[in-house]
């Protein structure tokens, strides 16, 4: 059974994810308003007595129910478009990290550093140390510099995929000939988990995603120790 804090979104890790779920809440409450006023409106015609068969027009009425939608769907669409033009704002990435999946597994390229590339492959069950997450806990960590801006070049070797990590409000599609990216900021140092979002095959969900987010000096020292 199913955990009640497992039901709703994952905690956020960046300003993105931030913006989305308050747009989530957003649009749920102006649904929720909606329907208790369509639920009160049937409630109250299904036990009123008072009846009024012979009503041909009523412009005021067709004028509140046709003007009320339209002010109401632009109340969820300009938040909407304003969240969709950040996702795609990239502004002086600090770092390009190019994403390849595979069959099954993902491997990155800082293309900043020269020669500092890995494979991601899912850690197996009985090699997981105490602690970790099954099927989410991978050998190599992407690890990238917290409070930074971070660009993700993603495409694929051979079939679909989808690099997607919620709590950091990512997930774009990998396609085989095509170079799509992405951008995020994480605001807090952490371990963030996600999985290839698109059903590529027999081991789809055994190719998990980390996302290692360390103060700076700890990443200067990580790819020190990396390229020595």
Known sequence: MAHPSQLGFQDAASPIMEELLHFHDHALMIAFLISALVLYTITLMLTTKLTHTNAMDAQEVEMIWTILPAIIL????????????????????HLTIKTLGHQWYWSYEY?????????????????????????????????????????????????????????????TDAIPGRLNQTTF?????????????????????????VVEATPLEHFEAWTSAILS
């Open 111 to 171: 293309t900043d550093y020269e020669d500092l590339s890995f494979d991601s492959y899912m850690t197996p069950t009985q090699d997981l140390p105490p602690g970790a997450f099954r099927l989410l806990e991978v050998d190599n960590r992407m690890v990238i510099p917290m409070e930074s801006p971070i660009r993700v070049l993603i495409s694929s070797e051979d079939v679909l995929h989808s690099w997607a990590v919620p709590s950091l409000g990512i997930k």
């Open 185 to 209: 900021i994480t605001s807090h140092p952490g371990l963030f988990f996600g999985q290839c979002s698109e059903i590529c095959g027999s081991n789809h969900s055994f190719m998990p995603i």
């Open 74 to 93: 632009i109340m969820i669409a300009l938040p909407s478009l304003r969240i969709l033009y950040l996702m795609d704002e990239i502004n002086n990435p």
